[in-house]
């Protein structure tokens, strides 16, 4: 397993722009399937972004598909969330999480089970 620690969460008005970070140790990571997750309060985790280990295949949510852009940077170990045109219903706390798992063994979306290192989440708040 690697360990995960996200950041570049905070508050920001309806519009606005965050970038979230995913920084990783572990010299197995750069070879991990990526994704970022969101729980917001009384809701149920669900799947945001995901990137594969090469960075070269994408895949997002319906919600948020042409507003976020998830990419990676093998050399700082680090994965990125780039939010723009935030809505109040973005408002979650945001985990990023990543797993050995092939890009083509996940499930579409892909859930929560299919990765097995999760880090403590980011929380991000859009005001209307």
């Known amino acids: 397993q690697v360990q995960l620690a996200e950041s570049g969460g905070g508050l920001v008005q309806a519009g606005g722009s965050l970038r979230l970070s995913c920084a990783a140790s572990?010299?197995?990571?750069?070879?991990?399937?990526v994704g970022w997750f969101r729980q917001a309060p009384g809701k149920e985790r669900e799947f945001v972004a995901a990137?594969?280990?090469?960075?070269?295949?994408?895949y997002y949510a319906n919600s948020v598909k042409g507003r976020f852009t998830i990419s990676r940077d093998k050399v700082k170990n680090t994965v990125y969330l780039q939010m723009n045109s935030l809505k109040p219903e973005d408002t979650a706390v945001y985990y990023c999480?990543?797993?050995?798992?092939?890009?083509?063994?996940?499930?579409?979306?892909?859930?929560?089970?299919?990765?097995?290192?999760w880090g403590q989440g980011t929380q991000v708040t859009v005001s209307s």
């Open positions: 999480a990543a797993d050995p798992k092939g890009w083509y063994f996940l499930d579409w979306p892909p859930q929560s089970a299919d990765f097995g290192s």
């Open positions: 572990g010299r197995t990571f750069s070879a991990h399937t």
């Open positions: 990137i594969s280990w090469s960075g070269g295949s994408t």
